[in-house]
């Protein structure tokens, strides 16, 4: 069976302060993970994709209704604005207006009309569980359910646009987060929706079973199944718990 192709490919070398970022890597999974340490250049590598910052050297194609798009490459002078780039985000706080519902800010995302629109919003509101919340504005919404909406609002304007998350669930309880990560595999499913989301937790890694990133002082140091790449990190956090269990209880003064 041949290879599917990438709908990612990125070449990019840029210096932030003290760090000297030369990553390279395709993408070809339906959820792919960029996992490291803070600093090691995950969220500079959204923002180039993304076009908001403009990289020292770089060379990155997005594959859109099978046609891969170069957004940007320095050596021949190739820069596609922001919004003209086959991309969507979804970042850590929730950006939603505010005189909208919840429906009202979908609808805002959704590029269809009429009733192919109302279709989507009906499927995105199922997938995460916002039927209750439709008729509601952001200030009458928890700070979860603003992200609920914020993220649900980004799988729809993404609608099978490589789709970026900068750790959106950083913060979240974790009943909450697992809910958002089955609504946006199922939403990505059904609209072939390729994701690329930052995150430092190894849980959710293993949750979505997905392709891992591991970089490391600004370089792609494995990429591959999540039980691979994260091994290492896996038994490291497996041993610290088993010693916090088996830890004798100071005792009181």
Known sequence: MPASPPHLSFEMKHR?????????????????ILFGPSGSGKSTILRA??????PDHARIAVRWSHHPRT?????????????????????????????????QN??????????????????????????ALADRRPAMLSGGEQQRVSIARAAIAANGRLLLLDE??????????DELLAGLELWASQTRTPILSVTHDISEAFQLNAEVLKLRDGRIAAQGPAATVLAEERARLIAQLDTALIR????FA
């Open 16 to 32: 932030v302060g003290a760090l000297g970022l030369d990553v390279a890597f395709e993408l070809t999974r339906p959820w792919t």
């Open 71 to 103: 957004v940007i490459d320095t050596a021949s002078g190739v820069w596609m604005p922001p919004h003209k780039r086959p991309v969507r985000w979804a970042a850590q706080r929730p950006a939603l207006f505010p005189h909208m519902t919840v429906r």
């Open 168 to 177: 959106p669930f950083t913060g979240l309880d974790a009943t909450l987060r």
């Open 106 to 131: 979908l609808g805002f995302a959704s590029e269809m009309k009429n009733s192919d629109s109302d279709q989507a919003i009906d499927r995105v509101t199922q997938c995460f569980r916002l039927g």
């Open 49 to 54: 994709i993304a076009g908001l910052m403009r």
């Open 248 to 251: 004798p209880e100071a005792p």
